[in-house]
């Protein structure tokens, strides 16, 4: 299926919108009611909520065996109003995991039901129960922040931008694969809803699953699979922002996540995927040692381990589904601008929180991947048939088989 500039364009934006939301743990209504306009715009897709309010998305008529599902999350480390202290004073617990370096007189923006407030953590609350770090807020000038219990808030951050290739933005993780779903599965629909008879019967069954409370346990995904959100013999996709390295840059290509710190995803699908990364781009993702690097195919793509972090592909799998990723690498985690040195101890300035950034190039070549992982995603694992192939051709270097023929 092509993409014309026009869908490029329109990706984009949804990237730039989505990944500007405020969004907390378990305080995900803005990021879903952004998703439930976008379903509302397409007739014959059924948006459903399972028990814990996961977002469900499903072509009209899909019922097919062995579903491939995408699959993101809808939180990004956040601060949750506890309680109101005073007159402009807050307090916060923050759902998500970030150094304590960078909360040392942070600006955060709380987003209340009259509009955002700024202001500034004034440290941290100890003694108190309950599993997230709690802090005090209070907002800049009179001090008249309208805020309740449940309100969000959010580092205060400059609007997104592009720079060098790059959204520099409030939220990539996991928002920007969120985008990169939807922008994936807008494709297939229209593909599907202009297509003729035929195609629509022979078209594979792909749906959407956004999960909630990623980033204190994946206790949305974790609920999906006790409530059999999806069915048993789904195929699970689930999408990623990963912290980059230099094995992994930014500008590398999305990658095939073949597992994380906690686990190996499901060999089968990923084969099946990086085959049909391998087919979009032309070649493998890395040349082999017979090769010149000029050899590598124009469109990028990597296949990586990222084990620097967990996803939900591990519960999925834990869960018995067949399970692998994809992701995006992402350049400041979680909001910790150099990261690196201050892990190391070699920073030189005070810890400073900043904008998430991923390369357009990579999110555009994540949408690419996921159309063409909703177009034809094998069953078989590849690599039996290359086994297979190995054998019938080149078995004959073993010579004669004791007692049996060559």
Request: glycine share 12%; charged share 25%; net charge negative.
């Amino acid at each position: 299926m092509s993409i014309t500039p026009e869908d490029r364009a329109r990706h984009r934006r949804w990237l730039f919108e989505l990944t500007q939301i405020p969004t907390a743990t378990g305080h995900e209504a803005r990021v879903e009611a952004w998703i439930e306009r976008w379903v509302k715009e397409r007739p014959g897709l059924e948006l459903s909520c399972d028990r814990a309010g996961n977002l469900h998305i499903a072509m009209e008529g899909s019922g097919g065996r062995a579903p491939v599902y995408f699959t993101a999350h809808l939180d990004h480390p956040a601060f949750v109003v506890e309680r109101v202290v005073g007159p402009g004073t807050l307090q916060m617990s923050f759902r998500g995991g970030v150094m304590d370096e960078y909360f040392v007189e942070a600006r955060v923006a709380v987003h209340t039901a009259a509009g955002p407030r700024a202001g500034m953590l004034k440290g941290e609350v100890t003694g108190q129960a309950g599993p997230f770090k709690q802090y005090l807020w209070e907002e800049d000038g009179d001090g008249a922040a309208a805020a309740v219990p449940g309100d969000v808030g959010v580092w205060d951050l400059p609007p997104a931008e592009e720079i060098d290739g790059c959204i520099h933005t409030a939220a990539c993780d996991d928002l920007a694969a969120a985008a990169a779903a939807l922008a994936a599965y807008d494709v297939l629909y229209q593909a599907r809803r202009h297509g003729d008879a035929e195609g629509r019967r022979e078209a594979q069954d792909v749906r959407l699953l956004f999960t909630r409370a990623e980033e204190v346990g994946f206790i949305g995904a974790i609920a999906a699979c006790k409530h059999g959100t999806m069915p048993g013999d789904a195929r699970v996709l689930a999408l990623e922002n990963s912290r980059a390295f230099p094995e992994s840059p930014i500008g590398g290509g999305p990658i095939v996540r073949v597992g994380d710190r906690l686990s190996v995803f499901s060999p089968g699908l990923t084969a099946a995927v990086a085959a049909r990364a391998e087919e979009i781009a032309g070649g493998a993702a890395t040349v082999t040692a017979q090769q010149k690097l000029s050899a590598g195919p124009a469109w990028k793509w990597q296949r990586k381990l990222m084990a620097g972090g967990a996803c939900e592909a591990t519960v999925f799998c834990h869960a018995g589904y067949e399970a692998t990723c994809l992701c995006l690498p992402l350049g400041n985690y979680h909001n910790m601008a150099d990261l690196a040195a201050v892990q190391a101890g070699t920073s030189t300035a005070r810890p400073r929180v900043g904008r998430e950034f991923v390369s357009l190039a990579d999110f555009d070549g994540l949408v690419d991947l996921l159309v063409g992982c909703g177009e034809k995603l094998p069953t078989s694992p590849p690599i039996g048939e290359r086994i297979e192939k190995l054998w019938s051709e080149r078995r004959f270097v073993l010579g004669k088989e004791p007692g049996g023929a060559n």
